[in-house]
């Protein structure tokens, strides 16, 4: 039970940075800072050098080593934080000159933090929208196999039981790189969700067939049949809504999967194109070993994919594990 | 049990057949093909048409099928255009590498998983089945993806182990050669192995719970055969089907996970070939990937159809 609650602690973080993202990042998910190429994060101050204290401030990175792009805290003056200004919760006073990197930069000099939150929002909204998509698919192929019975019946869960056997991420894979390889990020999202949903369905059809065969057979659908109700009016209105909670665990399940299958397809290049913020897009920038060694930073999409999966799997905890993937 | 396991094994031919014609049909329908993605857009046309007619890219698909499938039922795979070798010649290397790391990643994470769940499931207090619970959850949000990037990173930083690649390969395999190749190995191994493990782990755990509240369990304990004993033969036996049915979804799993350690570690497997070839186009070496990889799958799903049959003869009817 403790566990399930800080399950639910962990997402709602994460869906409430998503959400704000707007306000909570100090910059936007392109803002670049050409003097800052991987800086290190800067971390708030509350004493100076004398010793006296402040409101949390923050110090300039100067950069000591060019090319290994090493920087040095400028000790002498501190750049104080804003609270809630310009529709931000907090930023640094000088926002071009020396921002404020809670994360440190990739790369680019883009904030990673302010990255992280707007990613959150592409990775979350791109695994929610599929497995919406593949509740849907799912439901109507396990509900039509399981309504219909006979040879519809075999036919839709062979199909399905082929689909689970293969690896997913290679279905993905393939699928998703015989389509143009440069595509626009909207169209990339789309692309993917219906990817993910294709692959994500046959988890969900295998389940809910079972549960309308078995629902079927009970009094309550044999009576709404008796009265007259059509085939639909039985499915969509009596048996269907008897899925939902395997249904609700198995989104659950899935969404990771998706969050993970994002990352993957992005890492190796055939995600999202580059200036848009994901997870897996920030992933690829750091895919450079020197990079992820000395600018260990650049890993905290990794962390944050950690934080949100280990949230949804406390959430569904000791309910199906055997369904991992 | 002859009948289902020649059911079994009929289901693992056609899988085979399926998963390669439809990745040979997949990239057909892909728009582009080998000679646009090579040649670029500003090659002549005589010159694209050239290189498709030297590679039959100019005939109808079910004209390439037929000529591919006749070909491959004597284990002729075509000609990889981008490597222009044999795929034949490509493929069992790739594919030995990649079987190296998935075979070792499942024996490490059975030999840990299953002991540690049987721990777990046969204790429900302790300080032990604690923290293997604990970190079994925390491996579990944690996918291939995620372990090799941080063991890469922890690799990357001590200096203890070689950061990608596979060292010379697995063609010699003398001596010093073997012990390059295994400190190649426990980095992209363990990011595999880990996540598995525990998964074994939560599903043993589960498994001997549920066992052990068993009225036979109860029945040996009052006959005074000893706990270990208990735990350890009686109970396990029974509390083995769960795990074994789940090794044929595993192979997958396993496929899907080693694809993102490869990419990360560099380790040459199927999993960069095969990208490599869809991204090119490279039909015949695309079907080739996806042959070599669904035979992965038809063996594991055929020897846990076996080992399943073994466990529990139920499932064989």
């Known amino acids: 039970m403790m566990g399930r609650r800080i399950g639910i602690v962990l997402v709602a973080l994460w869906c409430v940075g998503a959400l704000g993202a707007a306000s909570f990042a100090p910059h936007t998910a392109s803002d670049h800072f050409d003097g800052l190429l991987n800086a290190p994060p800067t971390l708030p101050h509350v004493r100076d050098e004398a010793g006296a204290w402040h409101a949390p401030f923050i110090y300039r990175w100067r950069l000591v080593d060019q090319l290994e792009q090493r920087y040095q805290e400028d000790r002498t003056t501190g750049v104080p934080l804003r609270w809630l200004r310009g529709g931000h919760v907090v930023e640094g006073n000088d926002q071009a000159g020396s921002p404020l990197l809670l994360l440190g930069a990739d790369g680019f000099g883009r904030d990673v933090f302010s990255r992280l939150l707007f990613g959150a929002r592409t990775s979350l909204t791109l695994s929610i929208a599929a497995a919406f998509g593949a509740m849907m698919l799912g439901g109507a192929i396990g509900g039509i196999a399981g309504y219909a019975g006979g040879l519809t019946d075999d036919l839709l869960m062979r199909a399905s039981d082929f689909i689970i056997v293969l690896p997913a991420m290679y279905v993905a894979l393939a699928l998703r790189s015989i389509l143009p390889l440069v595509l626009e990020p909207r169209i990339v999202f789309v692309l993917l969700a219906i990817i993910f949903a294709v692959v994500g369905a046959p988890f969900i059809s295998r389940g809910v067939r079972a549960i309308v065969r078995s629902e079927g057979r009970l009094e309550y659908a044999v009576a709404a049949a008796s009265l007259g109700a059509g085939h639909w009016r039985v499915l969509g209105r009596h048996l269907l809504p008897a899925t939902r909670g395997f249904i609700a665990v198995e989104m659950t399940m899935l969404i990771p999967a998706f969050i993970v299958a994002e990352a993957t397809l992005s890492y190796v290049g055939l995600g999202f194109p580059e200036p848009i913020a994901s997870w897996g897009t920030m992933l690829r920038d750091a895919s450079d070993v020197r990079a992820f060694a000395d600018f260990p930073w650049l890993l905290s999409p990794a962390a944050a994919m950690f934080v949100l999966v280990l949230g949804l799997n406390l959430i569904v905890q000791d309910r199906r594990p055997e369904d991992w993937h | ?317």
């Open chain 2, 1 to 317: 049990m002859l009948a289902y396991l020649a059911r079994r094994f009929l289901f693992a031919l056609f899988l085979v057949f399926a998963v390669s014609s439809a990745s040979l049909l997949l990239v057909r329908m892909a728009p582009g093909d080998y000679a646009t993605e090579s040649l670029g857009i500003t090659a002549r046309a005589a010159t694209m048409e050239q290189t498709r007619r030297l590679y039959g890219l100019d005939r109808s698909f079910a004209q390439q099928y037929g000529h591919w499938l006749a070909r491959a039922a004597h284990f002729d795979f075509g000609r990889s255009m981008a490597y222009d070798r044999p795929v034949a010649d490509l493929i069992p290397e790739r594919a030995a590498n990649t079987a190296i790391l998935a075979v070792t990643a499942l024996f490490a994470a059975t030999a840990l998983g299953i002991p540690l769940g049987i721990i777990t499931g046969s204790r429900r207090t302790g300080l032990l089945p604690a923290v293997i619970r604990t970190v079994s959850i925390t491996l579990l949000s944690m996918p291939p993806l995620l372990t090799s990037l941080f063991l890469v990173f922890f690799a990357a930083r001590t200096g203890w182990l070689p950061l990608g690649g596979m060292g010379g390969g697995a063609a010699d395999v003398t001596g010093g050669a073997l012990v390059d190749l295994v400190r190649h190995l426990i980095v992209p191994a363990a990011a595999l192995a880990m996540p598995l493990a525990a998964m074994f782990e939560r599903l043993q755990s589960q498994a001997m719970a549920e066992t052990i509240g068993q009225p036979f369990v109860l029945a040996a304990t009052a006959r005074g055969v000893p706990r270990l004993r208990v735990v350890w033969r009686g109970a396990l036996k029974a509390a083995l089907r769960p795990v074994t049915s789940i090794y044929g979804l595993v192979v997958g799993t396993l496929l899907s996970g080693s694809f993102a350690v490869e990419m990360i570690t560099s380790w040459p497997g199927l999993g960069r070939l095969m990208l490599d070839a869809l991204r090119a186009r490279d039909v015949y070496l695309v079907a080739g990937c996806a042959a070599a990889g669904s035979v992965f799958l038809a063996a594991g799903t055929l020897l846990s159809d076996a080992a399943l049959a073994f466990v529990d003869p139920r499932a064989a009817e």
